[in-house]
């Protein structure tokens, strides 16, 4: 019962997030795929730019490969300079 009611709390809040990006951006998101979230100040030598080259890695692999089993995800990179 206490996991059940975790995830229902998360879905709740992905669905508000979710109404916020639909609202200011126009982007439909799958409110069921995992939340690839970093948001950090935005330096050379932090993992923003090892997380891009994965976040291209992953495209490239499901362009190559439609039928790849993959799951579904949403990737959000934020932060200031």
């Known amino acids: 019962q206490?996991?059940?009611d975790i995830q229902r709390v998360k879905l709740k809040n992905k669905q508000r997030l979710l109404t916020k990006f639909k609202d200011g951006y126009g982007l439909n998101i799958n409110p069921a795929s995992m939340f690839?979230?970093?948001i950090k100040r935005i330096h050379e030598y932090k993992r923003q730019l090892l997380n891009?080259?994965?976040v291209i890695t992953l495209y490239n692999r499901i362009k190559d490969n439609t039928n790849i089993k993959t799951v579904p995800r949403t990737v959000i990179f934020g932060g200031k300079v």
Do not use: E, S
Request: net charge positive; proline share 0%; hydrophobic share 45%.
């Open 52 to 54: 891009c080259l994965r």
């Open 36 to 38: 690839d979230v970093q």
């Open 2 to 4: 206490f996991v059940r």
